[in-house]
């Protein structure tokens, strides 16, 4: 059949000469521009003016409409996107832009799949930085961040991005930390929190206490840098260590989805293995007197069974512990060298006394776990426990003596019942006391005395600081006035309030559930609101919080669980760890940071120092204020406009990879933005003729028909995956510009009458809208101005935002990707609204269609060995056959090397 047509162009309307609003078409306001100039730096920012406040920003017309269609119709799709709330340094950086960019991104991404999306943003307010900018300029650490904040809270707004801003808090308000402070509180109630004696990490910089994860391999502090050093104080500590085997197990279940594969590597090292099981004993300074317990403190006591507690004789301490090292605390030193020391502590199976030995420093003795301070008198496999029991044969040198000891042990009348958990051989627990003002009060009292430490009625909450930064101060919310601390053991009315204040990961440790419920006054939140958001679906930030933050956040989250706060014990499912943004360092030969105006290009284009003509060493490292090779993301916003901006720090590179800015495919990603401004300008200009006569081949018109339809749902299924499974947004940005590259190839005399054009030109804006939404939204005015096929597909009466995402076509056929002894070895083609709905049985029948599959293994002995399906993507059947085939596939191999095949029509092969 042969059809006939004839195009001409008519003139072109005025209602694109200037930049139009979105119901008027009037756009007086703004600089003119009209979709036949070339898209330069002043048309795209006339474009984000005219947009502005309808796609960014706090009011924007796109998010106010999206929550009134979520008041109207409720959708039980809910989508959490959260990005690690950022520290109110001063200003952001490109990493912050890099990260909260791709947090928008899906946000818009889940909004137009029809899900209600929580997207919130805050600040994580305390800290040393504040506390020190305050001493150093004469301000309040108050005053310096509430500016701070501001001022950054302006620059996201200037990126664009779509925050709930009503969710908005700080961690220094008394309204956040007041439920810090009573978590603690809670911890404590149940026996998780505890004050005792202990050597600590010390940085002598930043005068404060540190975690032992905050101390690195070289013994230097995370973040000022400095030697560290040993002192021996009295610290609060929460007792993370009772979570740990169930910690450790959570990272190998199906709770922890996409992202999390090398996190999981790093919490496990970091947890170590679980072998064994501990409880914490009370030290006694006489074996008989049970009054003489020295008040709040224990040695935490490790066994490898509860049944070796009923005999025990005495215990090992750690030689690094601090009773060890003090002359004052050995009862005998024996001849061999092993040390009786005065303390015992009592057997938590018996109640009987243990004696406690220990060796001096050049006598060895059995090892002790890293995470305990003492462990029992057994001989240990060396199968099972390694190098834990190494030193097994140094226990006679105590049992050499133990006769002295035993006097101490008796007739056990009964066997008392104890807490006891799993143990690691590493995991320390968590050490959440700072010397420092700025931080979160800890909210208890310490009796002059009799020393005993005790938490503030949570009545009483929050205890606010006072403005002199020696010590806060316990006063009363309601009248400001400060109230009698009476210690609840003696009754004494002699107490000081706790002058350490909280590690601030324990205020990041809960503040995604806060978001779910920020306004709430009389709890911390309500389970009923928090519950069916959680778990957060997508958490983004830095891969350097790989091991702390999320450490403490996922034992937090384990811990309300354990109360029935929250339904899930993982706090998070989908993560997405961003690599950090690296920008180009001089340096000089005497490892001099230099700034780029300090270096010249000398004749032979080499790099010098100014000064002194000595060669410069270029480097790309991350950003950083001392090595002056930071970038200002407002000279960034003014050099590419807003949208291009976006579009290049979500390019190129995956977000797990650390990029370099600038980039050298820069360029490419302009000119991809120049092309699709281009093709919808041509569309416009096809669409704007009048049917002449024109002579068509109809076979040829279907089969471009065709063409244009497999580039659609080709590049869309990429597109849709990796907005949705995996937020690697640089490949679905790649897959843009593969339906971009497809559209090209079509001439301008198919593209007036063609369904699949115009539906897969819609499809590109749409999927362009959550990486630049101005841009995009100006394209779509464009194209529903005159787009006349798809009305059907597309809602050509409103704005993009208001577009659902497209999805691939019922009839475009998926992959099922068979593998035969973990080898890939056929793809079969099935349509789309069959393959969303087969299991891992019906896989099997399609997998035995191929021949290639049927040569190598026998449909009767094959086994499932799992079956994914990733629905509008592709399913991937792994098959064993029990026969053991697996020599016949080698030798198949041999023979002719298998090649997949995988379908591809003229168009799709050149992406």
């Given at each position: 059949m042969k059809l006939f047509r004839y195009f001409i162009r008519l003139p072109r309307s005025n209602v694109y000469r200037v930049a139009c609003d979105t119901t008027s078409r009037n756009c007086s306001k703004w600089k003119?521009?009209?979709?036949?100039?070339?898209?330069?730096?002043?048309?795209?920012?006339?474009?984000?003016?005219?947009?502005?406040?309808?796609?960014?920003?706090?009011?924007?017309?796109?998010?106010?409409?999206?929550?009134?269609?979520?008041?109207?119709?409720?959708?039980?799709?809910?989508?959490?996107?959260?990005?690690?709330?950022?520290?109110?340094?001063?200003?952001?950086?490109?990493?912050?832009?890099?990260?909260?960019?791709?947090?928008?991104?899906?946000?818009?991404?889940?909004?137009?799949?029809?899900?209600?999306?929580?997207?919130?943003?805050?600040?994580?307010?305390?800290?040393?930085?504040?506390?020190?900018?305050?001493?150093?300029?004469?301000?309040?650490?108050?005053?310096?961040?509430?500016?701070?904040?501001?001022?950054?809270?302006?620059?996201?707004?200037?990126?664009?991005?779509?925050?709930?801003?009503?969710?908005?808090?700080?961690?220094?308000?008394?309204?956040?930390?007041?439920?810090?402070?009573?978590?603690?509180?809670?911890?404590?109630?149940?026996?998780?929190?505890?004050?005792?004696?202990?050597?600590?990490?010390?940085?002598?910089?930043?005068?404060?206490?540190?975690?032992?994860?905050?101390?690195?391999?070289?013994?230097?502090?995370?973040?000022?840098?400095?030697?560290?050093?040993?002192?021996?104080?009295?610290?609060?500590?929460?007792?993370?260590?009772?979570?740990?085997?169930?910690?450790?197990?959570?990272?190998?279940?199906?709770?922890?989805?996409?992202?999390?594969?090398?996190?999981?590597?790093?919490?496990?090292?970091?947890?170590?293995?679980?072998?064994?099981?501990?409880?914490?004993?009370?030290?006694?300074?006489?074996?008989?007197?049970?009054?003489?317990?020295?008040?709040?403190?224990?040695?935490?006591?490790?066994?490898?069974?509860?049944?070796?507690?009923?005999?025990?004789?005495?215990?090992?301490?750690?030689?690094?512990?601090?009773?060890?090292?003090?002359?004052?605390?050995?009862?005998?030193?024996?001849?061999?060298?092993?040390?009786?020391?005065?303390?015992?502590?009592?057997?938590?199976?018996?109640?009987?006394?243990?004696?406690?030995?220990?060796?001096?420093?050049?006598?060895?003795?059995?090892?002790?776990?890293?995470?305990?301070?003492?462990?029992?008198?057994?001989?240990?496999?060396?199968?099972?426990?390694?190098?834990?029991?190494?030193?097994?044969?140094?226990?006679?040198?105590?049992?050499?003596?133990?006769?002295?000891?035993?006097?101490?042990?008796?007739?056990?009348?009964?066997?008392?019942?104890?807490?006891?958990?799993?143990?690691?051989?590493?995991?320390?627990?968590?050490?959440?006391?700072?010397?420092?003002?700025?931080?979160?009060?800890?909210?208890?009292?310490?009796?002059?005395?009799?020393?005993?430490?005790?938490?503030?009625?949570?009545?009483?909450?929050?205890?606010?600081?006072?403005?002199?930064?020696?010590?806060?101060?316990?006063?009363?919310?309601?009248?400001?006035?400060?109230?009698?601390?009476?210690?609840?053991?003696?009754?004494?009315?002699?107490?000081?309030?706790?002058?350490?204040t909280l590690d601030t990961f324990f205020d990041s440790s809960w503040y995604f559930l806060r978001y779910l419920d920020p306004q709430n006054e009389k709890e911390i939140f309500n389970p009923e609101k928090v519950s069916p958001w959680l778990p957060v679906q997508t958490y983004i930030g830095g891969k350097e919080h790989a091991t702390l933050h999320l450490y403490y956040a996922r034992f937090m989250s384990h811990f309300l669980h354990s109360l029935g706060m929250i339904p899930e014990k993982e706090p998070f499912k989908t993560l997405v760890p961003v690599g950090v943004v690296m920008g180009e360092t001089f340096v000089s030969k005497t490892g001099k940071y230099l700034r780029r105006d300090e270096i010249v290009e000398n004749e032979l284009g080499k790099l010098i120092e100014k000064d002194t003509g000595t060669p410069v060493t270029v480097k790309w490292e991350k950003m950083s204020k001392s090595k002056h090779n930071g970038i200002d993301p407002d000279s960034v916003l003014q050099d590419y406009g807003l949208d291009s901006m976006r579009l290049l720090s979500m390019a190129d590179i995956a977000p797990q990879s650390n990029r370099k800015w600038p980039s050298q495919s820069s360029e490419a990603f302009l000119k991809f933005q120049n092309k699709v401004w281009h093709t919808v300008q041509d569309f416009v200009a096809v669409k704007e003729t009048e049917n002449i006569v024109r002579y068509v081949d109809e076979d040829s018109w279907q089969k471009i028909e065709e063409d244009i339809f497999d580039v659609r749902n080709y590049h869309l299924k990429g597109v849709t995956h990796n907005m949705e499974v995996t937020s690697q947004i640089s490949v679905a940005i790649t897959k843009l510009q593969g339906i971009t590259t497809g559209l090209r190839k079509i001439t301008k005399e198919h593209q007036k009458d063609s369904l699949q054009f115009e539906r897969t030109l819609g499809t590109l804006l749409i999927g362009l809208y959550p990486i630049m939404p101005a841009f995009s939204a100006q394209l779509w005015q464009y194209f529903r101005d005159v787009a006349n096929l798809t009305r059907s597909e597309f809602d050509l009466d409103k704005e993009i935002w208001c577009q659902q995402w497209p999805k691939v076509d019922q009839n475009y056929k998926l992959d099922l990707i068979v593998h035969v002894f973990s080898e890939e070895v056929d793809i079969v083609k099935i349509d789309r609204q069959m393959l969303d709905s087969i299991d891992g049985t019906i896989a099997l029948e399609f997998a035995f269609e191929s021949e290639k599959v049927a040569k190598l293994i026998s449909r009767e002995s094959t086994k499932i060995v799992s079956f994914t399906l990733q629905p509008g993507f592709r399913a991937i059947l792994h098959l064993v056959d029990l026969n053991n085939n697996f020599s016949k596939m080698k030798k198949s191999k041999k023979k002719s090397k298998v090649k997949v095949e995988k379908k591809s029509d003229s168009i799709s092969q050149n992406q």
């Open positions: 003119p521009f009209s979709l036949e100039d070339e898209l330069n730096l002043d048309v795209k920012k006339s474009i984000e003016s005219k947009w502005g406040n309808r796609v960014y920003g706090v009011n924007s017309i796109a998010m106010l409409e999206q929550q009134r269609k979520d008041e109207l119709e409720p959708s039980n799709k809910k989508s959490y996107v959260l990005s690690m709330f950022p520290y109110p340094s001063g200003k952001l950086h490109l990493g912050h832009v890099r990260i909260y960019t791709l947090s928008d991104v899906l946000a818009r991404y889940h909004r137009l799949n029809g899900q209600k999306v929580v997207h919130p943003i805050g600040w994580d307010a305390f800290g040393l930085p504040a506390e020190n900018a305050a001493r150093d300029n004469g301000i309040e650490p108050e005053k310096w961040t509430r500016e701070n904040i501001q001022y950054m809270k302006e620059q996201i707004l200037r990126m664009g991005c779509n925050f709930d801003w009503e969710r908005e808090f700080a961690t220094c308000d008394p309204t956040y930390y007041k439920w810090t402070q009573w978590l603690f509180s809670k911890l404590w109630e149940l026996g998780l929190a505890y004050k005792k004696k202990a050597y600590v990490f010390w940085d002598p910089i930043d005068k404060t206490v540190l975690a032992e994860e905050q101390v690195d391999s070289d013994m230097r502090s995370w973040r000022s840098g400095a030697k560290v050093e040993k002192r021996l104080l009295n610290q609060w500590f929460i007792r993370t260590a009772v979570f740990a085997k169930e910690l450790s197990e959570c990272l190998t279940t199906n709770a922890l989805r996409q992202g999390w594969r090398d996190i999981v590597d790093v919490q496990k090292h970091w947890i170590g293995p679980i072998k064994g099981y501990f409880t914490d004993c009370p030290i006694l300074i006489s074996g008989v007197d049970s009054k003489s317990c020295r008040d709040e403190e224990f040695l935490r006591l490790w066994f490898s069974s509860p049944d070796i507690l009923q005999n025990g004789n005495f215990v090992i301490l750690q030689p690094g512990h601090y009773l060890n090292q003090s002359e004052e605390n050995n009862l005998h030193i024996f001849d061999n060298g092993v040390k009786q020391l005065k303390v015992f502590i009592r057997n938590p199976i018996t109640g009987l006394p243990i004696p406690v030995f220990s060796g001096s420093n050049d006598i060895l003795l059995p090892l002790v776990p890293e995470s305990s301070d003492c462990r029992m008198d057994e001989v240990l496999s060396e199968e099972e426990y390694g190098e834990l029991a190494g030193q097994e044969s140094y226990l006679s040198k105590i049992l050499s003596v133990l006769p002295t000891a035993k006097k101490y042990q008796g007739v056990v009348d009964e066997i008392k019942e104890f807490k006891y958990f799993h143990s690691s051989l590493k995991l320390r627990d968590w050490l959440v006391s700072r010397q420092r003002h700025w931080g979160t009060p800890i909210p208890a009292i310490v009796c002059v005395d009799c020393g005993h430490s005790s938490m503030i009625p949570v009545t009483s909450l929050p205890i606010k600081h006072t403005k002199a930064p020696e010590y806060p101060v316990c006063y009363n919310k309601k009248d400001s006035v400060l109230f009698l601390c009476t210690c609840p053991k003696c009754g004494s009315s002699n107490t000081n309030p706790e002058t350490d």
